[in-house]
């Protein structure tokens, strides 16, 4: 059964930088798609950023330029790297596993995904 621990959030101020980590565990192969999501207070949950099982990368117009996604195979750990953070950024963050997912132009569509993280929370403030 694949698991994912996400960690790293927290508080940070109008144009600083956060990153964040989703650790997968329980997949023997490397290669995978994860996604990051957040949920934002009183709004749908929205896909920001994938890397592909090729490590092929999509950000949605928002975040592009600002945030990278990026992995580390040997800890199966993939990044999100968050900068110059803006309020409307104020979300939960979760990551999703997909297994069948390699190159990536767009954000998956949700049914895909086998497996989610529980979320952490990342507060902008001005």
């Known amino acids: 059964e694949v698991q994912l621990v996400e960690s790293g959030g927290g508080s940070v101020q109008v144009g600083g930088s956060v990153r964040i980590s989703c650790a997968v565990s329980g997949y023997r192969w490397q290669s995978y798609c994860i996604t990051w999501f957040r949920q934002a207070p009183g709004k749908e949950r929205e896909g920001v950023a994938v890397?592909?099982?090729?490590?092929?990368?999509f950000y949605i117009g928002s975040v592009k330029g600002r945030f990278s996604v990026s992995r580390d195979s040997a800890k199966n750990t993939v990044y999100l790297n968050m900068n110059n953070l803006q309020p409307e950024d104020t979300a939960v963050y979760s990551c999703?596993?997909?297994?069948?997912?390699?190159?990536?132009?767009?954000?998956?569509?949700?049914?895909?995904?086998?497996?989610w993280g529980q979320g952490t929370q990342v507060i902008v403030s001005s």
């Open positions: 890397i592909g099982g090729d490590d092929s990368t």
């Open positions: 999703a596993f997909a297994s069948s997912v390699l190159n990536v132009q767009n954000i998956p569509p949700v049914g895909l995904f086998e497996a």
